[in-house]
Nanobody
Framework: QVQLVESGGGLVQAGGSLRLSCAAS????????MGWYRQAPGKQRGLVAT???????NYADSVKGRFNISRDNAKNTVYLQMNSLKPEDTAVYFC??????????????WGQGTQVTVSS
């Protein structure tokens, strides 16, 4: 089994910054894509940013220039630095990873989510 544990959410004023972390552990052989998604109340979960093991990055248009995704492959950890936060960034943020397990099974795994609230 693989577990993803997120941290770093909280309450911040508009214009402020937060840094999210997500650490993967368990029966991991390798991790391909790691990413962040978010879900606001009454809305569907949507992409924030993803990063492949090779460092290819994709951002949602709404966060380009404000958010920065990075990863530490040695620690199986992905980060999301969020700057210039806006009230519309308020959501539950979920970490997702595509993992090849030690049994050589490829699956995607999700974290439990961390709340980010941006006050105006």
């Amino acid at each position: 089994q693989v577990q993803l544990v997120e941290s770093g959410g909280g309450l911040v004023q508009a214009g402020g910054s937060l840094r999210l972390s997500c650490a993967a552990s368990g029966s991991i052989f390798s991790i391909n894509t790691m990413g962040w998604y978010r879900q606001a109340p009454g809305k569907q979960r949507g992409l924030v940013a993803t990063i492949t093991s090779g460092g290819n990055i994709n951002y949602a248009d709404s966060v380009k220039g404000r958010f920065n995704i990075s990863r530490d492959n040695a620690k199986n950890t992905v980060y999301l630095q969020m700057n210039s936060l806006k009230p519309e960034d308020t959501a539950v943020y979920f970490c997702e990873s595509v993992v090849t397990t030690t049994s050589r099974i490829i699956s995607n795994y999700w974290g439990q989510g961390t709340q980010v609230t941006v006050s105006s």
